[in-house]
């Protein structure tokens, strides 16, 4: 009942920046939490970034703090994922995910948008 949209992934050099974002529709509930997760090829899925409405504090996976912000445009159900010195290994899919409660599982996913950092 929740769908996400992405978008904003592409292709950068090395050093370079993005702006992902990810907007959520359908049946929204005020407590919800969104956030992004990635996959690189032939690697597991790994946990980048999620705000909670119980907190106006982002919580970021240690290897991304200080190059990406996670902010969130409460009036339109968005948050965007804005990444700074961009490094090949960041190179993945990027997902989008929703959580209708946060504290809970992640709930939904989006269909992923292709980030990729050139050498």
């Known amino acids: 009942q929740v769908h996400l949209v992405e978008s904003g992934g592409g292709m950068v050099q090395t050093g370079g920046s993005l702006r992902l974002s990810c907007a959520a529709s359908g049946n929204i509930a005020s407590q919800y939490a969104m956030g992004w997760f990635r996959q690189a090829a032939g690697k597991e899925r790994e946990f980048v970034a999620a705000?909670?409405?119980?907190?106006?504090?982002?919580y970021y996976a240690d290897f991304v703090k200080g190059r990406f912000t996670l902010s969130r445009d409460a009036a339109k159900n968005t948050v965007h994922l804005q990444m700074n010195n961009l490094k090949p290994e960041d190179t993945a899919i990027y997902y989008c995910?929703?959580?209708?409660?946060?504290?809970?599982?992640?709930?939904?996913w989006g269909q992923g948008t292709q980030v990729t950092v050139s050498s």
């Open positions: 995910v929703f959580d209708v409660s946060a504290g809970s599982s992640w709930d939904y």
């Open positions: 705000i909670g409405w119980s907190s106006n504090t982002p």
